[in-house]
């Protein structure tokens, strides 16, 4: 088990900004991250900026994630697997931005809880996925915090939906 507490970091504009791992290909499996702040990123997730592996029963609380694009809770942008995650810390950024996964292009997204609210000042905002490409699954998730953006593409589970969406609430 790892145990992130306090972590900051300002990412000053730059990509792949995790907590974890900037980019993970292996498995990262029941870590938390807590009381950590990260800010100013491109790519940004509590645990990992970019997921080509699985992450798999890691949680994030009591943590403040800002960025600009591709933000998420566990990962900025997903190709991969996330399983049995939870995020309860708040998320801001620009556009595509969500509680799990800012930008999902691949892979399985299951059984995840985001309970966070998640702010954008443009578009493509959900609470668990903000944006998705075809060749993707998201299913038994559930998002119960509040959503706040400006632009289009906003929604409770994705914002902007182009894969298979089943038994989320």
Known sequence: NIVIDGFELDGKDNGN?????????????KCQVINS????????GDIVGVNHGQITDCKVNDSTITGVNNVGGIAGINAGKIKGCINTSAVSAKEYVAGIAGWFSSGEISDCVNTAAINASDSHIGGIAGY?????TIKNC???GTITAVGIHVAGIVGNQSCDVINCT
Do not use: F, H, P
């Not at 702040?37 to 940004?44: C, P, V």
């Not at 998705?132 to 993707?136: A, E, G, I, Q, V």
């Open 17 to 29: 900004i995790g907590a974890v791992d900037q980019t993970n290909y292996g498995n990262v499996n």
């Open 37 to 44: 702040t990260i800010s100013n990123g491109e790519r940004t």
């Open 132 to 136: 998705t490409l075809n060749k993707c």
């Open 142 to 144: 559930t998002n119960s």
